[in-house]
């Protein structure tokens, strides 16, 4: 005779567990089993096949060191899955004392959703598992609602945007006439900062009331020409026809210095958050590809928000008049703060150098060429400088550092 199942435990949410060290996953089992029910995996490649042969599991707590298939090359998998339930999945890297700042960036900006230390603590654990699987909740709602809004079903309910499947058709679309007319094409993502954690702290309504003002911040800044959608929970995507290189930069810094200033009252508090953005435009060639365009976009995301978001990313392909030296074709991307500094850089007729080239100009005596790029550039050595303070305290530096923090600001 089967026995019956307890119905509280049919409904469950499943959560995955990937740890090599069975200690740590009995822990863990220990703190979530009243709420969830946990699976269990000792690395990666065994978290892998459990993903694929069990479609509902709601979240990953994974280990970054494990052998055959590491933490990190398992959210690189997901994320670079075809399938959306596993691209989408939150994953949470638990990080010991042995893993250092830069594996912990690193796991960020290739979409890990949280992290956590160990030892566990239990309500910390359970808080973030609880506010993720509730996130991923309302994000799948809101996919749905779009899946089935019959009277305009190729925009965004809630912003009027273009929803995320006809932005990427409007891309290819945009992209092809590109190709055919051998004129530009930029395409703009723009996410805002930490939203996930605003959304979680003041709920549902407050979220979709600040994304409904972002969105026609987005509405009022582009042409007729153009075109806006939203393509993720907080990530507004834009396509530019015809646009340079200079003006579509200029575009993105101006969005998000008008993100940045914005200031909501919820309850008793003040809210402000901030926006980063990814400027792409290349050179279009008769086998580009809308999805290349994309994924690049999604990169230079990464980097900016590595970088410690406010920022606007943007590529430094040359423009197709330009010789190209071979081996060059793809040039690294730059970052720069979403500030004044930024918008005088985007003004310049010449894009900011990164810092290496602006090091060899001013070794070259060309001081003056770098003059409009010199505060960018300033604020892009920061993150260095604070690494370099972390690993070897020292009063002098600090000082430094709290002078050119000032010297940015004024």
């Known amino acids: 005779m089967i026995p019956e199942q307890d119905p509280a435990t049919e409904t469950k949410p499943r959560v995955l567990v990937v740890d090599d060290s069975r200690v740590i996953r009995i822990a863990a089992k220990k703190i979530l089993r009243d709420e969830f029910e946990v699976l269990e995996a000792g690395d990666g490649e065994a978290a892998w096949e459990a993903l694929e042969a069990e479609e509902d599991i709601a979240l990953v707590i994974s280990d970054l060191s ?25 994953v949470i890297i638990v990080t010991g004392a042995e893993d250092d700042e ?53 925009l965004d309910k809630l912003t009027g945007l273009l929803n995320q499947r006809a932005f990427t058709e409007r ?11 051998r004129s530009d094409l930029a395409l703009i993502l723009v996410d805002v900062d930490n939203f996930d954690k605003a959304f979680i702290k003041y709920g549902r309504p407050a ?18 020409e153009d075109s806006g959608g939203r393509v993720g929970l907080a990530r507004f995507g834009l396509l530019l026809p015809s646009a340079t290189p200079v003006g579509a930069r200029n575009l993105a810094v101006r969005i998000c210095q008008q993100i940045a200033s914005r200031a909501f009252r919820i309850g008793g508090e003040t809210l402000k958050l901030t926006a980063s953005a990814a400027v792409v435009s290349p050179v279009i060639r ?11 976009g999604q990169l230079q995301l990464g980097r900016a928000l590595k970088a410690g978001g406010n920022r606007v ?60 790029h010199l505060r960018s550039l300033a604020a892009q050595t920061l993150p260095l400088l604070e690494a370099w303070q972390r690993q070897q305290p020292s009063e002098d530096v600090a000082a430094a550092l709290a002078r050119l923090r000032q010297a940015l600001q004024d």
Do not use: W
């Not at 970052?335 to 900011?352: I, L």
């Open 171 to 181: 891309g290819h679309q945009e992209l092809s006439y590109a190709i055919r007319h």
């Open 286 to 296: 008769r086998e580009s590809r809308f999805e290349d365009l994309l994924a690049e």
């Open 207 to 224: 979220g979709e009331a600040i994304l409904k003002i972002f969105a026609q911040i987005v509405k009022d800044s582009v042409r007729r």
């Open 66 to 90: 494990m052998p055959y298939l590491d933490g990190m090359g398992l959210l690189r998998r997901l994320r670079e899955s075809s399938q959306h339930r596993l691209a989408n999945l939150p």
């Open 313 to 372: 990313a943007f590529d430094r392909k040359p423009a197709a008049a330009e010789p190209q030296p071979a081996g060059e074709e793809n040039a690294a991307a730059a970052a720069s703060p979403a500030g004044p500094e930024a918008a005088a850089a985007a003004a310049s007729p010449e894009p900011a150098p990164d810092i290496g080239t602006a090091l060899q100009r001013l070794a070259a005596g060309e001081e003056a060429g770098l003059r409009p």
């Open 102 to 154: 830069s594996a912990k960036s690193s796991a960020f900006a290739a979409g890990a959703s949280d992290f956590l230390s160990k030892p566990f603590d239990s309500v910390q654990l359970l808080a973030h598992v609880r506010s993720h699987i509730k996130l991923a909740d309302t994000e799948q709602q809101l996919e749905k609602c779009q899946t089935t809004a019959q009277a305009e079903p190729t």
